[in-house]
């Protein structure tokens, strides 16, 4: 069954600091894996996308990696800032299919 | 339009009633997506539509659940006979189908359905 596990359930830090969301995931085939942050009562908003030849890829403050050997993701977030406050998923594209496998994601607070 | 539009953003309804949920996507984006977030999980894939392709439905969770798009632009999910257990975020995702992985997709802001 295709899985997408996400760590930590939630985060708190303070304004400023650094931090890194983790994502594994068992889809198969693999074709892509999107980062994106989730403010409350809002739609979720892409951040990153990668193929199983990317190793990194960064937008803005936000860097996400990926290890397509070992199944694994992680999304660091740099100098957070309080707007970073929102939920972040992790969802894996299979190859071939259109069903997306979404992590339940991480609630990350930033506090002044 | 500018993004994905859904409506109502919230629906209150009676245990037994039937609801529609409409989605506008964007402009020129033929795949449409219809996904559930249910509290404190991931969301969950109910159907896709793709052209004047026939539907991929196999996410939906039970024959109370069906969705139409007409003129290939705007979508309805209808949910008949509602259920306490229907309650969730009902989300609408819209692409450019030729390169779904460049572009990626576009949510809505969700409708959220409650059933009482």
């Known amino acids: 069954k295709n899985q997408v596990e996400q760590s930590p359930q939630s985060l708190i830090i303070l304004e400023g600091k650094n931090c890194t969301l983790q994502?594994?995931?068992?889809?198969?085939?693999?074709?892509?894996l999107r980062w994106y942050k989730q403010d409350t009562g809002r739609g979720p908003v892409s951040l990153t996308i990668?193929?199983?030849?990317?190793n990194t890829k960064s937008n803005g403050r936000y860097t996400a990696t990926l290890d397509a050997d070992t199944k694994q993701s992680s999304l660091h977030i740099t100098a957070s800032q309080l707007s970073d406050s929102a939920s972040y998923i992790c969802v894996v594209g299979g190859f071939g299919n259109e069903k997306l496998t979404f992590g339940t994601g991480t609630r990350l607070t930033i506090i002044p | 339009g500018a993004g994905v539009s859904q409506s109502p953003s919230n629906k209150v309804t009676e245990k037994g009633k039937d609801v529609e949920l409409r989605c506008d996507p964007i402009s020129g984006h033929t795949a449409l997506y219809w996904y559930r977030q249910s509290l404190g999980q991931g969301l969950e894939f109910l159907i896709y539509f793709q052209g004047n392709s026939a539907p991929d439905k196999s996410g939906l969770p039970s024959d109370r659940f069906s969705a139409e798009r007409t003129g290939g632009s705007v979508s309805t999910l209808t949910i008949q006979r509602t259920q306490q257990e229907d309650s969730a975020v009902y989300l609408c995702a819209s692409s450019l189908a030729l390169d779904r992985v460049s572009y990626g997709y576009t949510f809505g802001s969700g409708t959220r359905l409650t059933v009482v």
């Open positions: 990668m193929t199983f030849s990317e």
């Open positions: 994502c594994n995931y068992t889809v198969s085939p693999f074709s892509n």
